[in-house]
């Protein structure tokens, strides 16, 4: 059996590479804590490439009377905008309003004006709408998103691709953040900061050592199993937090997370401006429909009860005309099965608080520190996107104790790596790499812009031309780009590279994927041949 060693052992041992798990080793390394995290698979390849991909305060919740999650969320949503403007911006959300729309019935507000005003008939009335606006506009911390705003849609880009029985819109502020690139750039700190970040790496059991925890992992590609030790244990396991208590850890506990997928469809562009419609149902859901991508339309997002973590999660049929129903209620042009590019779906890992409807569950995380064991393990159950580096901050807090930490807060306007620069800056970023490097168009020059930030010049380094940067493999793809995510950024496979670390695979070919597949595993073996040689 392998001994404990001082260098072997770590204060916190992460299980997960998702938001929660990289957002959490990053601030721990941040304030002198040894880290190791385990991630089975590549990061962010569960729920967190699979959201809507927003940092918002999350408007409906306030029907559910969530001011806390929705006030944190909305304070965050700027925080994170400074750390990280290249990977997220501002958006507009223009919301139609119809007197048909209707609440959920089960939602707080809804029962409420269902006693005091029964003749609306769940319907959601234009005052309560902006009741709700205005909460939204003041609950906290806006200071660079522009307030909500009335907007006239006839005659108007925004009402241009709606049908015309939508006269008017009511216009707010929220910002998208790129999900996957969020998770691999918090990776990256972390590691740049000390933690170590095992990828294709399962924890497949953890036990007590006299003080210590005792993990061990498997490789999934080659089966090589290790044993670590740390003091501190932490569940970010997302959808399979309940199966790390249960089967991994082996703890007697019934805690465990509610799993509801939620799926989305693209297509191509279906609308010339950069706002989003925030559509509301007339089965009390909403829907948003974004512009993605530069030429394509991303709309979502539904609520099904999923079955298990290990059911990989997949838009249904059902589901994929669900969503083109809906959309259908607003849009014009009539959308159907044809115009659907791609799709893409993902578990919440929602705190079970016995919720009767998956919509109406809890979206606020809960962190739970169990040592029924002998020692300390955390375990996070549900949180958003929006609201991971304050879960981070919590988690730290809860586990301090534990290990004796000083270490205080530090990730609040503390840039992600190629985030240096001013939050109105990203014009000026684009510009400049095209004056330097002239043979970027603006396509490929806004894509790197968006995704390296100020790095991007460290990839392009002392190109001239197009050429310099090695093969091309389509869609401005190129070796030296690739080489470059091999190595900073954990990628190991084709489809790493275009579904989450950009998502070129909406442009490239099949044939296209496959041949940069081949590449990169041709890569690797010399890479690794060579590193065994030396
Ligand atoms: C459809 C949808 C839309 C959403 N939209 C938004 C939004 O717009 N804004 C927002 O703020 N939030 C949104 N969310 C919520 C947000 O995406 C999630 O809360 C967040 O991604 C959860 O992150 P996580 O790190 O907890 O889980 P995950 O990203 O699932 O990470 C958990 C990781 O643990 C790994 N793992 C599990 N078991 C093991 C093991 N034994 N060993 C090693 N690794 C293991 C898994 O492989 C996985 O990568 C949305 C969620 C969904 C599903």
């Given at each position: ?68 999650l ?9 925080v ?14 223009v ?5 048909d ?13 269902g ?30 998103l ?6 006239a ?16 819109a ?5 910002c ?5 690139r ?31 925890w ?7 590609e080659?089966g090589?199993?290790?044993?670590h ?14 199966d ?21 469809i ?25 512009p ?86 955390l ?29 205080k ?74 080489t ?12 790493d ?6 998502k ?31």
């Amino acid at each position: 059996m392998a001994q404990a060693t001082e260098d072997q052992t770590t204060d916190v041992f992460i299980v997960g590479g998702g938001i929660n798990g990289c957002g959490i080793a990053r601030d721990a390394a941040g304030r002198g804590l040894t880290v190791a995290l385990a991630e089975m698979n590549d990061l962010a390849s569960a729920t967190s490439s699979a959201s809507t991909k927003l940092f918002h305060g999350g408007l409906r919740y306030l029907e559910y009377f969530e001011f806390r999650l929705v006030r944190e969320a909305l304070i965050e949503r700027e925080v994170l905008l400074r750390a990280m403007p290249h990977i997220s911006w501002p958006m507009r959300f223009v919301l139609p309003y119809h007197k048909d729309m209707r609440f959920e019935s089960d939602t707080p507000t809804s029962k409420l004006l269902g006693i005091f005003m029964p003749w609306m008939k769940g319907r959601r009335p234009a005052w309560l709408i902006r009741l709700g606006l205005f909460l939204y506009d003041n609950l906290g911390g806006r200071k660079i998103l522009p307030g909500t705003s009335t907007v006239a849609l006839t005659g108007t880009p925004e009402g241009a691709p709606l049908q015309d029985r939508f006269s008017t819109a009511y216009e707010y502020s929220d910002c998208w953040v790129e999900d996957s690139r969020l998770v691999v750039l918090n990776a990256r700190d972390a590691e740049a900061r000390g933690a170590r970040i095992m990828t294709r790496t399962q924890v497949v059991s953890a036990e007590k050592d006299g003080a210590l925890w005792r993990v061990k992992t498997r490789n999934s590609e080659t089966g090589a199993e290790h044993t670590h030790f740390a003091r501190m244990l932490v569940n970010a396991g997302g959808p399979w937090v309940g199966d790390i208590i249960q089967t991994k850890v082996r703890l007697n506990s019934r805690e465990g997370v509610r799993l509801v997928r939620g799926s989305h469809i693209v297509t191509r562009k279906l609308f010339d401006h950069g706002k989003c419609y925030f559509f509301q149902g007339t089965d009390g859901r909403i829907i948003f429909a974004i512009p993605y991508e530069t030429d394509f339309t991303l709309i979502g997002t539904t609520d099904a009860e999923h079955p298990a973590p290990s059911a990989k999660p997949e838009c249904t049929p059902e589901e994929r005309r669900y969503l083109l129903k809906f959309a259908n209620q607003y849009f014009k042009q009539d959308l159907d099965e044809s115009d659907v590019v791609w799709t893409y779906s993902g578990v919440r890992p929602l705190y079970d608080d016995g919720a009767s409807s998956a919509t109406a569950a809890t979206r606020d995380y809960t962190l739970k520190v169990d040592t029924s064991s002998g020692v300390p393990m955390l375990n996070i159950f549900g949180g958003k996107i929006t609201t991971y580096r304050r879960l981070a901050e919590h988690a730290l807090e809860k586990i301090a104790h534990h290990l004796d930490s000083k270490g205080k807060p530090w990730t609040a306007g503390v840039p992600l790596p190629g985030g240096d620069f001013p939050v109105d800056g990203f014009d000026a970023l684009v510009e400049g790499l095209r004056r330097d490097y002239p043979f970027l168009d603006a396509f490929w020059a806004r894509r790197l812009a968006r995704a390296y930030g100020t790095q991007a010049r460290d990839i392009l380094g002392n190109a001239t031309q197009a050429g310099d940067l090695g093969r091309n493999f389509g869609a401005t793809l190129t070796e030296t780009e690739v080489t470059w995510l091999m190595v900073h950024e954990f990628a190991l496979t084709a489809e790493d590279v275009v579904w989450r670390r950009n998502k070129l695979g909406l442009r490239l070919t099949r044939d296209e994927i496959t041949a940069l597949n081949t590449w990169m595993a041709e890569r690797r073996h010399t890479t690794t041949q060579t590193s065994a040689v030396g």
